[in-house]
């Protein structure tokens, strides 16, 4: 079986920062609030011309430099995102802005666990002999879809995005192991649905008018549902490889909330410094937090060569995942 390798990460954050003093200022909330229930100090918001496929398209672009691949070499582009700037897909527009014209483009849409199962499908592809060269994109503008008059939910999210570069090989396999899970029973959690809303077309038939409401988050059952799925999916991914949490050199969870990253790394018994954690500077970017903080710790030369590093996204739909990584991309 032919395997596969990380070869260059990439991330791109809108420059607008908005903290939660200012936010304060909005919203009956506080950064004391904020902080120690969240672990959550800022996070960015798209400033009027900035779009998805622009920030997805930027950490396209650094990925493939990093990896230092032309973007004519590309297979593929997915792109995980539950905010694309058109219904129809925006990886079509990410694959022109970047010139890779020989790739085909397609949105990967499951929320926060979407740069999970987008990296888990690009696997697919490469192992298969398919495909030789995809880029993986995890991007969300959740700050579109937020109720800015909620503080229940918008202190939460942020938005950017990330990306790998994902090559097949003939050696070393890069995913050791992955699962992934859904549950659509408890989907009501956290939804951003379509708002009901008829138009009458001729009398006796009526049609949907599209339209989306804000988005709608029981905290608490969410919460709920990370701190057990979370720690009990990655359990049984270490169980499949025969992993041990002491060979682990991180633990890289989707970016929701510190109290959940201190949970599932205290369940598993990780040393809270092999916990990544970038809550304080992007809040939850959905689909994106992965690979920004995968791309922060290569960049900053905490992630090295040959590193282990278990991930799990979780969140919408519901839907849950974990991978067991060997890092192979270049290092600071
Ligand atoms: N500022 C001040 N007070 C607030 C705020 C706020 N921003 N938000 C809620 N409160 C108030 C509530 O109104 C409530 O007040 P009340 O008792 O007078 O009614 C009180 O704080 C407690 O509210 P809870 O909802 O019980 O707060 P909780 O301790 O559960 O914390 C939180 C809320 C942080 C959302 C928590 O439930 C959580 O982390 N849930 C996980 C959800 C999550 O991470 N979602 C991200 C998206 S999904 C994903 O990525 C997995």
């Given at each position: ?10 991330a ?5 920062r ?19 229930r ?5 996070r ?7 779009t ?18 032309e ?19 925006s ?7 970047l ?9 990967l ?5 979407g ?17 030789q060269?995809?880029?993986v994109i995890?991007?969300?503008q959740l700050?579109?879809?937020v109720?800015w ?9 942020g938005?950017?995005?990330?990306a ?13 192991g992955?699962?992934?899970a ?12 379509q708002?009901?809303?008829?138009q009458?077309?001729?009398?006796g038939?009526?049609a949907?008018?599209?339209?989306f409401?804000t ?10 549902f ?15 490889t ?5 060979e682990l050199?991180w633990?890289?969870l ?9 949970a ?18 992007y809040g939850?970017?959905?689909?994106a937090?992965?690979?920004?903080m ?5 960049s900053?030369?905490r992630?090295?060569s ?16 974990a ?7 270049p290092?600071?």
């Amino acid at each position: 079986m032919r395997g596969i390798r990380l070869c260059g990460s990439g991330a791109a954050v809108p420059a607008t920062r908005l903290s939660n003093d200012a936010l304060s200022q909005r919203v009956e909330t506080s950064d004391e609030w904020i902080r120690s229930r969240t672990g959550i100090g800022e996070r960015r918001v798209a400033a009027e011309g900035e779009t998805l496929t622009s920030l997805a398209a930027a950490a396209g672009a650094q990925a493939l430099q990093n990896a230092g691949w032309e973007p004519s070499s590309l297979d593929l582009i997915l792109l995980a995102t539950s905010s694309p700037d058109d219904l129809f897909g925006s990886a079509p527009k990410v694959q022109a802005v970047l010139g890779a014209e020989r790739a085909v483009a397609f949105d990967l849409t499951a929320a926060c666990s979407g740069f999970l199962f987008a990296l888990v499908t690009a696997a697919q592809y490469l192992r298969s002999g398919a495909m030789q060269r995809v880029l993986v994109i995890g991007a969300d503008q959740l700050s579109s879809w937020v109720d800015w008059s909620d503080r229940r939910t918008c202190v939460l999210f942020g938005d950017g995005a990330g990306a790998v570069a994902v090559e097949a090989t003939g050696d070393a396999d890069a995913l050791l192991g992955f699962r992934m899970a859904s549950d659509g029973r408890r989907g009501e959690n956290l939804t951003l649905s379509q708002q009901p809303q008829r138009q009458e077309l001729l009398p006796g038939i009526s049609a949907q008018q599209g339209g989306f409401s804000t988005i709608a988050m029981n905290g608490q059952e969410v919460y709920k549902f990370a701190a057990r799925e979370v720690p009990a999916i990655l359990q049984q991914l270490l169980d499949d490889t025969s992993t041990s949490p002491s060979e682990l050199d991180w633990l890289l969870l989707h970016q929701a909330n510190q109290r959940i990253l201190d949970a599932v790394g205290e369940r598993l018994g990780m040393a809270a410094e092999k916990v990544l954690s970038n809550l304080a500077h992007y809040g939850n970017t959905s689909a994106a937090t992965i690979p920004l903080m995968l791309h922060e710790a290569v960049s900053d030369g905490r992630i090295s060569s040959g590193d282990l590093i278990a991930t799990s996204g979780f969140g919408a739909g519901l839907s849950w995942g974990a991978a067991l990584l060997r890092w192979d991309g270049p290092t600071s």
